[in-house]
């Protein structure tokens, strides 16, 4: 029964989410990195490890946030998507993160609507392999009659979304154990960077 659960604004139902997985990124890091070079090879090289972390947060938070409109109502789902990108807007990285963030879930929504949309499950984690490794990513494509193609090794791509699927099902948890309430700011309220 929602009456006996704890009250939880949408605010800060977003706050924890957005921190939830960036710890977890953060923290898991090191062995998803290693995992990742010893299944595939030395040639799985990021530029910028600190980056990836913080991409693959964002591709964790865009296949998680995919859930919202299955557990909440339509306007509360809504508004739970824009205190996300708010509150990933008002770190460092400004903009960049509800543009990463929708980059994701377009890519999610367009699989879904394709002919084969068994391969949504594939959109976000191959739009991650190709912000890790930019033009590198034509090493891990699969030879088409002794030429490569633009196909991403299917176990690659099975092996990161292994990984992106490790950190969803914040949501359905939350909503488990909380009864969220509005927030007394708008979703859109612009807050001061620190």
């Not at 995992?35 to 913080?54: C, K, N, P, T």
């Not at 002919?115 to 191959?126: F, G, L, Q, V």
Request: aromatic content about 12%; overall charge negative; hydrophobic content about 45%.
């Amino acid at each position: 029964m929602d009456f006996f659960k704890k009250k939880v604004t949408e605010l800060d139902a977003s706050l924890a989410f957005t921190q939830h997985v960036l710890n977890s990124a953060k923290a898991g890091w090191p062995d998803i990195y290693t995992g990742l070079r010893e299944a595939h090879g030395s040639g799985f090289v990021v530029d910028d490890e600190a980056f990836a972390i913080f991409d693959l947060c964002l591709a964790a938070i865009a296949q998680d946030m995919e859930a919202l409109q299955n557990l909440f109502s339509v306007d509360q789902a809504d508004r739970l998507r824009r205190w996300v990108l708010n509150v990933m807007n008002s770190t460092e990285y400004g903009e960049y993160c509800a543009q990463e963030i929708e980059t994701y879930r377009a890519a999610w929504r367009e699989a879904l609507d394709s002919s084969e949309p068994r391969d949504a499950m594939n959109a976000i984690p191959a739009l991650l392999l190709h912000r890790w490794l930019g033009s590198r990513l034509r090493e891990f494509t699969i030879q088409v009659a002794g030429q490569r193609s633009d196909i991403i090794s299917p176990l690659l791509v099975t092996h990161v979304m292994t990984i992106v699927m490790g950190f969803v099902g914040f949501w359905k948890r939350f909503k488990e154990q909380y009864r969220l309430v509005p927030s007394d700011l708008p979703p859109d309220h612009k807050f001061r960077s620190r």
